[in-house]
């Protein structure tokens, strides 16, 4: 009988639906697809699943909103940082949306992770590897109103407990205007999976556009 080595080097790729063999540690762009991610983060539960409805929040339907809020926030976004806004948890597709309190004990192990799949995806996708600081700044705020509003909508939160944690989005309920919430809905697995991809689709074809445009011009 032949003895397994027990210093064999642990598996480090995760197979995708799509065929394509993702390595976790050491992400290639060319491993990323973008039917991958939406299928994944269709399927990753918002706050461990504990929100009210029939279904989860998505981690896929989060990014919409959160890419909603973003061109709220700077009507004038470019569609090259429109992605990078709904792109902004895409490596959860394969690492999972590990709750804030996890990651702070987690540190820096977790971060390095995410931070090497969040650049093979942003390269993947023809966009810098490190977006510039405005941007994941925005992108930030964006996420963090986002979870203001899912906190007292779907979790369970009051509105002074989401505010300590999150921030009051001032600036953004004046746009919503007085007494009013971002509602959100969550929707079933299918529904969130097309239609984060169409939203992809959409500002693929603005990012498109709009490099037709400047060539015209050029």
Same mark, same amino acid.
């Given at each position: ?27 290639? +762009?060319?491993?990323?697809? $973008? ?33 909603? $809020?973003?061109?709220?926030?700077? @009507? ?14 895409? @490596? ?35 966009? +810098?590897?490190?977006? +510039? ?86």
């Amino acid at each position: 009988m032949t003895k397994e080595r027990s210093d064999a080097t642990p598996r480090a790729w995760q197979r995708m639906l799509s065929g394509r063999r993702l390595n976790l540690l050491d992400p290639s +762009p060319l491993d990323v697809e $973008i039917s991958d991610i939406a299928h994944g983060l269709a399927r990753v539960a918002r706050w461990n699943g504990q929100t009210i409805g029939d279904h989860a929040f998505s981690v896929a339907e989060h990014s919409m909103v959160v890419e909603d $809020i973003a061109l709220t926030l700077k @009507p004038d976004l470019s569609p090259d940082w429109r992605l990078a806004v709904l792109l902004h948890d895409a @490596p959860e597709y394969v690492i999972g949306d590990m709750i804030s309190p996890f990651k702070a004990v987690m540190g820096g192990a977790y971060k390095a992770v995410e931070a090497r799949l969040q650049a093979a995806i942003h390269l993947r996708f023809g966009l +810098p590897a490190d977006i +510039p600081q405005t941007i994941k700044k925005l992108a930030k705020r964006a996420d963090l109103i986002c979870a203001y509003f899912e906190a007292i909508e779907l979790a369970g939160f009051d509105e002074n407990e989401a505010a300590k944690i999150f921030g009051k989005p001032r600036a953004f309920q004046e746009h919503l205007g007085p007494g009013h919430r971002l509602k959100l809905t969550p929707l079933t697995t299918a529904d969130a999976q097309r239609l984060f991809l169409k939203r992809f689709v959409e500002i693929e074809d603005l990012r498109a556009s709009s490099k037709n445009t400047c060539r015209k011009t050029a």
